[in-house]
């Protein structure tokens, strides 16, 4: 018995979505390396010493013991470190997750605070749940420094370009310090940046309403 062939619209269906998933597949790994790239730019702008007025910390997993993790605490050393060339506010940025013990923010703070950064220099954000409320509600807190013009926004490197460029949608003038992320998560945080950034541009161009 002969085989029964497969009609013809079928086998064009079939065609043309192997060619959308492996162009998919193809955007995809390119965002990936787009964001690489723009770690690898941000690095080399500060090479040189650039000037800034103030310095927003985005924040990351607090541990259960209300200690800041691993890749916070790379963010705060960073965060320290620029502090200590220019002795300008710094804005902690992170409410409250479901698995946290008390918000970002105010284990942020304490850690900074103990490091040597006196508390009145630091400005708490504990409300903000991602990227852009981190920066609305910093903009927000340094409204009342008409001295700051400049700022550095200090995150990990994978996170740097998209703050950047949510930054400048808010009218910031900005620059970048990226902290290492953990090499064992090195994939997983650039996948899940990539989908981050699909996400930016659908708000952004498309104008879809995403939270």
């Not at 370009?161 to 997983?188: F, N, V």
Request: glycine fraction near 8%; charged fraction near 25%.
């Amino acid at each position: 018995m002969k085989k029964k062939k497969k009609p013809k619209a079928v086998s064009v269906i079939l065609k043309v979505a192997l060619i959308l998933a492996l162009a998919g597949i193809l955007g995809y790994c390119g965002i990936i390396g787009m964001i690489c790239a723009e770690e690898g730019k941000v690095a080399k702008e500060l090479d040189g010493e650039m000037a800034y007025d103030a310095v927003i910390v985005l924040g990351a997993q607090v541990r259960p013991d209300g200690t800041p993790s691993v890749q916070l605490t790379w963010r705060l050393d960073a965060a320290k470190d620029a502090w200590e060339k220019h002795h300008v506010p710094v804005v902690v940025c992170g409410a409250q997750g479901g698995d946290e013990p008390m918000p970002e923010s105010a284990a942020m703070k304490a850690y900074l605070v103990e490091k040597g950064i006196p508390a009145e220099m630091i400005l708490e954000d504990p409300e903000s749940f991602n990227t852009n409320q981190n920066l609305q509600n910093a903009k927000k807190l340094l409204a009342d420094y008409p001295d700051v013009e400049r700022v550095l926004i200090v995150t990990s490197d994978y996170h740097v370009p998209r703050s950047l460029a949510i930054a400048r949608d808010l009218g910031y003038e900005a620059i970048g310090l990226g902290s290492p992320c953990l090499p064992e998560y090195w994939i997983k945080n650039h996948a899940r940046e990539a989908l981050a950034w699909c996400k930016y541009w659908a708000v952004k161009y498309l104008h879809i309403p995403l939270k």
